[in-house]
């Protein structure tokens, strides 16, 4: 049985880079589409980009110029970089695998809170 | 980008009842790429449809999808406690989520 386990700060000051890693374990990091999706209450669910072990990555458009998602394949862990951050990027983030369609969630993790504040 | 409308907001209902969930979508969702999730307090989304109206794995038969186009629907045919959640519909040709019904207890 696949499971996820989101690490990383919980808290970042503004205008830096949050960094978040999610481990991998009990199968195949080759099976699934690697995504990152955030929860707030003000704006739901958002999807904010996938990698497959291609090396294939798809973002969403409204968070490109500020995302890095990658994966390390010996570690088997994935991680999310989102630059220049504001209070705004303050959500609940869920690592979320997808098997048979690359936007079909069917795999989280239980997700990591990150605040961003000074 | 494909906005998802979700209607009721909430919906308040007894164990036993039916629970009629709408999903309306700002343009067509191709090729049916509509799901649903299911979401409790404390948890994760949980995938309980898929391509409008496949039940995803372990996912009881109480649970049914339909539409197409425009217009989705999740029907919980007789709600037990386990099932008062938050329910999200999702289209993933691209990828957007609705805001979310609360079936909460009457």
């Known amino acids: 049985q696949v499971q996820l386990h989101e690490s990383g700060p919980g808290l970042v000051n503004p205008s830096e880079t949050l960094s978040l890693t999610c481990t991998v374990s009990g199968g195949s990091i080759k099976s699934y589409y690697w995504s990152w999706i955030r929860q707030t209450p003000g704006k739901g669910l958002e999807w904010i980009g996938y990698v497959y072990y291609s090396g294939r990555t798809k973002y969403n458009p409204s968070l490109q110029s500020r995302v890095t998602i990658s994966l390390d394949m010996s570690g088997n862990q994935l991680s999310l970089k989102l630059s220049s951050v504001t209070a705004a990027d303050t959500a609940l983030y869920y690592c979320?695998?997808?098997?048979?369609?690359?936007?079909?969630?069917?795999?989280w993790g239980q997700g990591a809170l990150v605040t961003v504040s000074s | 980008e494909i906005v998802l409308t979700q209607s009721p907001v909430t919906l308040s209902l007894s164990p036993g009842e039916r629970a009629t969930l709408s999903c309306r979508a700002s343009?067509?969702?191709?090729?049916?790429?509509l799901a649903w999730y299911q979401q409790k307090p404390g948890q994760a989304p949980r995938l309980l449809i898929y391509?409008?109206?496949t039940r995803a794995t372990g996912i009881p038969d109480r649970f049914s999808g339909s539409g197409s186009g425009t217009g989705f629907t999740l029907t919980i045919s007789r709600l037990e406690h386990e099932d008062f959640a938050v329910y999200y519909c999702q289209q993933y040709d691209s990828s957007t989520f609705g805001q979310g019904t609360k079936v909460e207890i009457k």
């Open positions: 343009q067509s969702v191709p090729n049916k790429f």
């Open positions: 391509a409008a109206s």
């Open positions: 979320v695998g997808a098997s048979q369609w690359e936007l079909l969630f069917d795999l």
